[in-house]
């Protein structure tokens, strides 16, 4: 990937898949759930609870790669090992478990796990919270939902499959909502360079779903085809703005296509519907790999060029957020901590953040920053 453990450039997590991805709906999974049935609430909703405070500091994880708060104030948060918790009451339960894998078979570095985690927009409603994992038979990644229950979650039911390829690396796996309530997923190229420019496969892009996992019929290139944008390495980062601005992070090459072998992270600030972006023709600022150039497609807003940063979880911070880093895009990295973006011409800027931001950051309704590192998720006020 190029970024759990801190090898050289390759490019964090990023999901292989031949083709298209194929949808498996109303299926019960392995993927275990917890058990306390939830009491009554003053709304009626046996499922709902009361308004929660989230976490007042910093609070021990493992490996938090996905952060996401509910709109009822309780931070979920996913344990790259298989385990999803909620801060709920005051302190950490666990929520649900998935059987995943983070390593290759005898125990070779490896960019699998649970990699993705998301709440249902219209979650006050229907208590939808997605995760998206690694399968422990190495050939398959999911999409999967749980209901929520007052902290505790049904059997989860299966809405997305994709090939995951028998590579450790480039799985991308970050999931998130969009303000269309459209289900937003990112996939690596699995090394497979060539493919991230081919809209009729699955790999190298950010794809969109309804929240059932179907394809809405108003994407880019026609019916079925889950595909939003393209042209992507391995996408690890991807935020929302309240007006709907998609920015996404790209973990740079290493070495495939004649490509250098570290550097060249990069961050787009705003993708477009069915917009194509320059891997594998040209990395970094439009530095060209092939005769053809770059195929008249942008280049990214930010590239680290020669440093390699391992570019992760991004968020959009509000005007009421932390000193510092308020209005601004910010994202984590495995290698630098938090970088904060100021967009600027030709190219966007950024300046160094909290340290602790190696694997996602979100905004909570306390208007903190929550963020995470291998042991802890830390909030910023």
């Known amino acids: 990937m190029r970024g759990w453990v801190v090898v050289a450039s390759t490019g964090l997590l990023t999901v292989s898949a031949c083709g298209s991805s194929s949808h498996v709906t109303s299926r019960t999974a392995t993927p275990h759930a917890s058990a306390t049935p939830a009491a ?12 929660q405070s989230p976490p007042g500091g910093d609070i021990p994880a493992y490996f938090a790669t996905a952060l996401a708060f509910a709109p009822d104030g309780r931070l979920f948060y996913a344990e790259r090992s298989g385990t999803v918790k909620v ?86 796996g970050r999931i998130r909502f969009g303000t269309d309530g459209k289900l937003y997923v990112t996939l690596g190229d699995e090394h497979s360079a060539d493919t ?50 998609l920015a996404v992070t790209n973990n740079g090459p290493s070495g495939e296509a004649g490509s250098p072998g570290t550097g060249y992270d990069t961050v787009i600030e705003s993708v477009q519907r069915g917009q194509g972006h320059q891997w594998p023709l040209c990395y970094g600022y439009s530095h060209t790999l092939q005769q053809a150039g770059c195929g008249g497609q942008p280049g990214p807003d930010w590239s680290s060029e020669q440093s390699t940063v391992v570019p992760t979880g991004a968020a959009f911070v509000d005007a009421q957020g932390p000193p510092g880093v308020a209005s601004h895009l910010v994202f984590c990295t495995f290698n630098r901590g938090m970088l904060v973006v100021s967009p600027g011409s030709p190219n966007a800027s950024v300046s160094a953040g909290p340290s602790g931001c190696r694997l996602d ?20 006020s």
């Not at 090939?163 to 799985?171: E, I, Q, R, T």
């Not at 950051?361 to 909030?379: F, K």
């Open 87 to 172: 801060w709920q009451g005051g302190a950490a339960h666990t929520f649900a478990t998935v059987p995943t894998v983070t390593t290759q078979p005898g125990g070779a570095y490896s960019e699998r796990g649970l990699l993705g985690l998301a709440i249902s927009p219209t979650f006050a409603q229907d208590h939808f919270v997605y995760a998206f994992y690694s399968d422990t038979d190495y050939a398959h990644q999911h999409v999967i939902r749980w209901k929520d229950c007052g902290g505790t979650s049904s059997p989860p039911t299966v809405l997305l499959t994709f090939p995951s390829g028998g590579d450790c690396c480039h799985k991308g």
């Open 196 to 245: 991230a420019q081919n809209t009729s496969d699955v790999r190298g892009k950010i794809l969109r779903y309804n929240p059932d996992g179907s394809v809405p019929s108003d994407n880019p290139f026609g019916p079925g085809n889950p595909v939003w944008a393209y042209g992507l390495r391995n996408p690890f980062g991807i935020a929302f703005s309240p007006t709907g601005q």
């Open 40 to 51: 009554a609430t003053p709304t009626g909703d046996p499922c709902a609870v009361p308004r």
């Open 361 to 380: 950051v979100v905004e909570g309704p306390d208007h903190a920053l929550y963020y995470s590192d291998a042991s802890t998720i830390h909030r910023l």
